[in-house]
């Protein structure tokens, strides 16, 4: 299993991002893939993850303003990000879950692969 996150980067406050996330060996069984993100000394947070029945959910802080998608003929999930704050700075981490429960979808504990993660800065 492998996931590879990409599309960090600078940004200004009001921009746009999109993140992608390229997984092999897993999206054909994942019940669900996800974005969580990590500030500098703060602890991993939920962004937003997509179910394999098509349901979407957001974390409050990025809701209307992200939007997560996952292509299973392409076997990538992205994450495009628009009205960007300073806030939204962190490594951003996609993931995948094959065994958690809809319940748990915003937990980290739920997800049991990860990719090494992609850096947005967004200045102001």
């Known amino acids: 299993v492998q996931l590879q996150a990409s599309g960090g980067g600078l940004a200004t406050a009001g921009g746009s991002l999109r993140l992608s996330c390229a997984a092999s060996?897993?999206?054909?069984?994942?019940?669900?893939m996800g974005w969580f993100r990590q500030a500098p000394g703060k602890e991993r947070e939920f962004v937003a993850t997509?179910?394999?029945?098509?349901?979407?959910f957001y974390s409050d802080s990025v809701k209307g303003r992200f939007t997560v998608s996952w292509d299973r003929a392409k076997n990538t999930v992205s994450l495009q990000m628009n009205s960007l704050m300073r806030e939204d700075s962190a490594i951003y981490y996609c993931?995948?879950?094959?065994?958690?429960?809809?319940?748990?979808?915003?937990?980290?504990?739920?997800?049991?692969?990860w990719g090494q993660g992609t850096l947005v800065t967004v200045s102001s």
């Open positions: 993931a995948a879950t094959i065994k958690g429960i809809l319940s748990t979808f915003r937990t980290s504990r739920a997800y049991e692969y």
């Open positions: 997509s179910t394999r029945s098509g349901s979407t």
């Open positions: 060996g897993v999206t054909s069984s994942a019940r669900a």
